[in-house]
């Protein structure tokens, strides 16, 4: 079965600094491979997706990607963080239509 | 519109009474998901509806019953619960097809006493 592991439970970071969320997948097929963020009290939202093509994905807010197959992995980043990032962060494969979400990473961006 | 909207936002009840979740979409979306989030846990599948039809029940047991009564909603319907149930229980959709992203709603905050 298709499963993407998260490699930071929590992240602290200063404002402006840059950040990176790691996400290594396993699995032998084509896979589709997610961002979501989740704000406090908030449902998720989509923030980037890579389905096929480019390696490096653009998300919103200033986030991207980058599809490594050779490490099975798929980082996610952001060259300066806000204090309006501090957030949840859930990388997510699919299989047909079930999304499997990652222990998440608990980003906390301090002044 | 790209919204997903739930009500109600919180809900107390209590282990013998009956209530229902709501969701709404009109994103023309023919897939649609019910998930329970625990505090610092990712969310959890329960069901998916593929046009109006129950296509997965993740092994939910009974005392959840979900509800798709046309394209644009789903209910969630509860009876008997018990406290471990008290969770963020998200609503989702999405077009058909194994690349399609999940729009999620804001959740409903159960607490059952």
């Known amino acids: 079965a298709q499963s993407v592991t998260q490699l930071d439970s929590q992240v602290p970071v200063f404002e402006e600094a840059p950040v990176e969320l790691r996400c290594n997948y396993s699995?032998?097929?084509?896979?589709?491979l997610f961002w979501y963020v989740q704000y406090p009290n908030q449902g998720l939202q989509l923030l980037l997706k890579y389905l096929s093509g480019s390696t490096l994905v653009k998300g919103i807010n200033g986030f991207e990607a980058e599809f490594n197959k050779s490490q099975t992995s798929f980082h996610l980043r952001k060259p300066s963080v806000h204090i309006s990032d501090t957030a949840e962060y859930f990388c997510?494969?699919?299989?047909?239509?079930?999304?499997?979400f990652g222990a998440g990473t608990t980003v906390t961006v301090r002044a | 519109d790209t919204e997903v909207t739930q009500t109600p936002k919180h809900l107390v009840m209590g282990m013998t009474n009956k209530k229902s979740l709501k969701c709404e979409q009109h994103?023309?979306?023919?897939?649609m998901y019910w998930y329970k989030q625990k505090a610092k846990k990712p969310p959890e599948l329960m069901f998916v509806?593929?046009?109006?039809?129950?296509?997965i029940n993740e092994s939910v047991p009974s005392r959840f019953s979900p509800e798709c009564p046309n394209s644009s909603l789903l209910n969630l319907h509860l009876h008997a619960l018990q406290p471990e149930d008290s969770a963020l229980y998200l609503c989702?959709?999405?077009?058909?097809?194994?690349?399609?992203?999940?729009?999620f709603g804001p959740g409903t905050r159960l607490l059952v006493l």
């Open positions: 699995s032998s097929v084509s896979v589709y």
């Open positions: 994103m023309g979306h023919r897939a």
């Open positions: 997510a494969v699919t299989v047909d239509y079930k999304l499997s």
């Open positions: 509806y593929s046009y109006e039809k129950l296509s």
């Open positions: 989702a959709s999405s077009p058909q097809g194994p690349t399609a992203s999940q729009y």
